[in-house]
């Protein structure tokens, strides 16, 4: 009687997860990166243009302002109090949270400025702008 398997002439009877695991793993990667495409395409605003636009590390808070000068939270429309609960929620979570803020073209500049004071009233010490990069030529 003849036995399948290694040297031991056991029968294999588990199940090899290693396959399983490298298609999680791929799956998950590409699922990071096309999370930051999807959030930054759903914000809807003509963002101002930069020479250099660097790209995040890790998920951070976003918040903006419209062309009407309304008050967006990851691209939706909010209040000033859902703002600051948006950025209390942050906060809590990470003390060192960065903030971007996004302002479209057409919003008055003291719009995105009572925004970053407000943010940084509830505790947010960093923040980026959110721009579109430039084409080079």
Known sequence: MKTQGGKGGKLITEINVTPLVDVMLVLLVIFMVTATYIVRGSIGMKLPTASSADQMSRSP?????????????????????????YIQGFVEKDPEVEAVISGDKAVQYGRVMDLINLARKNGVKNFAAAVEKKAQR
């Open 61 to 85: 808070m976003v918040v903006g302002v419209d062309e009407k000068g309304n008050y967006l939270v990851e691209g939706k429309p909010a209040s000033e109090a859902d703002v600051v609960a």
